[in-house]
Every structure is written in structure tokens, then in C-alpha cells.
């Protein structure tokens, strides 16, 4: 079946460092993989979607890879900031079809 | 401002009732989504709606029934029969019904069992 992992182990790091999160999915071939921020009872908020044929977007600070030989996709935030901590999602969905497949989501925590 | 209005925030469903959860959105979006997260698990689709008077299962839609009777309502009704309905439930919309466009979420609405 369709998977998507997520590291759930919280990553902790110190403010101005680079956060990378990692996202591996298996037994699918997504055409758009998507980034959402979640913070504590609230709902996601889209950050950036990209496509199959794109290697890398960025948008401010943060950049996104997506590899689709290895099937994973690397989430970057520069010069992180305490106000950056939160879970962020990744998010898998193709062609012709409605449905998007959500991760459990990484939990960041950025130090002052 | 416009967006995706989730009421209420919390809710309290006591043995063999049903309870209701509204969604509104003031996006003019077409399509509508509910999800239902759980901890350590990523959103679950329960049903979706592509257009007004149409909607379709998701993958974990027993026990649950949506009606989409205007474009801007989505209501998720949780019923008797979902028998672990304790859960943070997301309505979400895009602007069609394809799988490259975002969604917007609401803030959610958290279920608990009395």
C-alpha cells in the first residue's frame, strides 16, 4: 500500500541553523508533492507544492528537493527562527484524480 | 478575510448520539474535503465533494455522512455507529477538485467521547 514516512522523532535546533526535514514515500509515483505547516490546534497551512519534473523550489526561506529516483523529498528553512517551530506535513498526490495522501508530520523546534 | 470556518471547536458526543460539525467556507471554492487526524497518524480522508448536491467516500467513511446542499457548506455529521469517533476532525476546500491544487484547512474541531 501507499506510505509515506515521516521522521516522528521531534528535530531540535538551534536558532540561525538550517532545519531539513525529510519525507520518503513508497509504492507510489506522486506527480506533486506539497509542504503544509501545522501548529497546536490548528489546521495546515500550505507552504509550496512542487511538481514531478521539478528538482527544487524555493520560496523565501525555505526550499524544497524532490527526488523522484530515490522517492523522497527534503524540506529546507534558512535561518530558522524560534516563530519557525512547528509540525510541517508532507503531502503526496497525482494526476487525474482528487486525492491527496498526508504524512504524520515532523515536529520542529527551533531554539532562542 | 476570506477562509474556511470550522464550529465548534470542541465537542462532547455522549453514547449513541449523533453529532454534527460545521464547515464554511467564503472562498468560492468547488471542492470540499474532511479529514480526520489522529496522533502519530497523517490525515485520513473521510469524504469529499467535488460539486453542490454531489459527494463521495474517502477512505474511512463508516459511520460518518456529509450533505453538500450549498457550495459554501460542507457539514460532517458522526454518527452512532462510528464507534471510535474521538479525534481532531479538519474540514478543508480547493479551488477544484485536482490534485495539484492546495488546500485550505479550517482550524478543526475536536471530538471527545463523554
Known amino acids: 500500500s501507499q506510505k509515506i514516512e515521516q521522521n516522528s522523532e521531534a528535530l531540535n535546533i538551534q536558532e540561525g541553523k538550517t532545519a531539513t526535514l525529510t519525507c520518503n514515500y513508497t509504492?507510489?509515483?506522486?506527480?506533486?508533492l506539497q509542504w503544509y505547516r501545522q501548529d497546536p490546534g490548528r489546521g495546515p497551512v500550505f507552504l509550496l507544492l512542487i511538481r514531478e519534473n521539478e528538482k527544487e523550489k524555493r520560496k523565501e526561506r525555505l526550499k524544497v528537493t524532490f527526488d523522484t529516483t530515490l522517492k523522497q523529498s527534503l524540506f529546507h528553512i534558512t535561518a530558522s527562527q524560534p516563530a519557525d517551530s512547528a509540525t510541517y506535513l508532507c503531502a503526496l498526490s497525482n494526476t487525474g484524480g482528487f486525492k491527496t495522501i498526508f504524512g504524520a508530520g515532523t515536529r520542529l523546534f527551533v531554539k532562542a | 478575510d476570506g477562509g474556511i470556518t470550522q464550529s465548534p471547536k470542541y465537542l462532547f458526543r455522549k453514547e449513541g448520539q449523533n453529532v454534527t460539525l460545521s464547515c464554511e467556507q467564503n472562498?468560492?471554492?468547488?471542492?470540499m474535503y474532511w479529514y480526520r487526524q489522529d496522533p502519530g497518524q497523517g490525515l485520513r480522508l473521510i469524504y469529499y465533494?467535488?460539486?453542490?448536491?454531489?459527494?463521495q467516500k474517502g477512505d474511512i467513511a463508516e459511520g460518518y455522512s456529509v450533505s453538500r446542499e450549498k457550495k459554501e457548506s460542507f457539514p460532517l455529521t458522526v454518527t452512532s455507529a462510528q464507534k471510535n469517533p474521538t479525534a481532531f476532525y479538519l474540514c478543508a476546500s480547493s479551488l477544484e477538485g485536482n490534485s495539484n491544487q492546495p488546500q485550505h484547512f479550517g482550524d478543526g474541531t475536536r471530538l471527545s467521547i463523554l
Open positions: 509504492n507510489y509515483s506522486p506527480a506533486y
Open positions: 472562498l468560492n471554492h468547488d471542492a
Open positions: 465533494s467535488q460539486i453542490v448536491n454531489d459527494f
